[in-house]
T-cell receptor, first 117, second 117 residues
Framework: AQKITQTQPGMFVQEKEAVTLDCTYD???????LFWYKQPSSGEMIFLIY??????QNATEGRYSLNFQKARKSANLVISASQLGDSAMYFC??????????????FGRGTSLIVHP | DTGVSQNPRHKITKRGQNVTFRCDPI?????LYWYRQTLGQGPEFLTY????????KSRLLSDRFSAERPKGSFSTLEIQRTEQGDSAMYLC???????????????FGPGTRLTVL
């Protein structure tokens, strides 16, 4: 079974509007971490935001926020006030077994976001 | 620039040839990771080092692949007798081990794109 599922292969949003990128995950480990990365056409993966499974509040980093719904096992990325430079691939990733010292994330297949003027 | 660097950025080779890629991590980072990314997929873990010790290897890392980090600084990934299926982007990332707490965020390099003809 897929550990990370990103069901939206492509998303379009108008500049200055908000957009939500979906991510669901599958784990039986109570201790895990969730990440979002951005990959522009240049290829470099850029870290955006992190949510730990025990964090009480949803993570926020500037225009990025993570809508963490633990019971539903979802970790959607919300980008507010989209900019043309946000056009890129976005990957959700999960690192399980945090308490056991695992550091290897599993990535989803990504969502391509296009921001148009 | 003190980010993760990778060389070369692009490599075209003929099937059966050997290739070697280099990764220079962020200087204070003690962990270094190699990933492979094919078109339409997220990065797939290959192996990682803590300092000079190779701590984990994926089943994806066949015996034609070898990675080293001799002095705990830069790392090399060698592929022997390349096959067309090896064509992919090879990503390197580094992180500072904060132990069990914290996100141990990985910083990625720009990748090396390998094409095997």
């Amino acid at each position: 079974a897929q550990k990370i599922t990103q069901t939206q292969p492509g998303m379009f949003v108008q500049e200055k509007e908000a957009v939500t990128l979906d991510c669901t995950y599958d784990t039986s480990d109570p201790s895990y971490g969730l990440f979002w990365y951005k990959q522009p056409s240049s290829g470099e993966m850029i870290f955006l935001i992190y949510q730990g499974s025990y964090d009480q509040q949803n993570a926020t980093e500037g225009r990025y926020s993570l809508n963490f719904q633990k019971a539903r096992k979802s970790a959607n990325l919300v980008i507010s006030a989209s900019q043309l430079g946000d056009s890129a691939m976005y990957f959700c990733a999960m690192r399980e077994g945090v308490s056991g010292g695992s550091y290897i994330p599993t990535f989803g297949r990504g969502t391509s976001l296009i921001v148009h003027p | 620039d003190t980010g993760v660097s990778q060389n070369p950025r692009h490599k075209i080779t003929k099937r059966g040839q050997n290739v070697t890629f280099r990764c220079d991590p962020i200087s204070e980072h003690n962990r270094l990771y190699w990933y492979r990314q094919t078109l339409g997929q997220g990065p797939e873990f290959l192996t990682y080092f803590q300092n000079e010790a190779q701590l984990e290897k994926s089943r994806l890392l066949s015996d034609r692949f070898s990675a080293e980090r001799p002095k705990g600084s830069f790392s090399t990934l060698e592929i022997q007798r390349t096959e067309q299926g090896d064509s992919a982007m090879y990503l390197c990332a580094s992180s500072f081990n904060r132990g069990l707490a914290g996100n141990n965020e990985q910083f990625f390099g720009p990748g090396t794109r390998l094409t095997v003809l």
